[in-house]
Nanobody, 115 residues
Framework: QAQLVESGGGLVQPGRSLRLSCAASRISFNINLMGWYRQAPGKERELVATISRASGTNYADSAQGRFTISRDNAWKTVDLQMNSLKPEDTGVYYC?????????WGQGTQVTVSS
């Protein structure tokens, strides 16, 4: 069974940084895309950033310039460095992994940005 293990969430003050990590395991096929989504309270889940073999990196406008997505060379882990965090960044962050056959989602990790 595919497993995505997320870590790094927590409570931070505005302007501070967090680094989220996601480790993929038990996935039979090559991962072609990895990314992060978030769901703020009362909002729909939205794309934050992706990194893919085909297109490289992609960021939501709200994340551009503040967040950086990265991966290991084996396409097994994906990180999201979040700098200059704002209260509107608050939400549950979900790791997403895509192969030719399947899409997988992590359980989510809570990020709360509050003073």
């Amino acid at each position: 069974q595919a497993q995505l293990v997320e870590s790094g969430g927590g409570l931070v003050q505005p302007g501070r940084s967090l680094r989220l990590s996601c480790a993929a395991s038990r996935i039979s096929f090559n991962i072609n895309l990895m990314g992060w989504y978030r769901q703020a309270p009362g909002k729909e889940r939205e794309l934050v950033a992706t990194i893919s073999r085909a297109s490289g990196t992609n960021y939501a406008d709200s994340a551009q310039g503040r967040f950086t997505i990265s991966r290991d060379n084996a396409w097994k882990t994906v990180d999201l460095q979040m700098n200059s965090l704002k209260p509107e960044d608050t939400g549950v962050y979900y790791c997403h992994v895509q192969t030719w056959s399947e899409n997988y989602w992590g359980q989510g990790t809570q990020v709360t940005v509050s003073s």
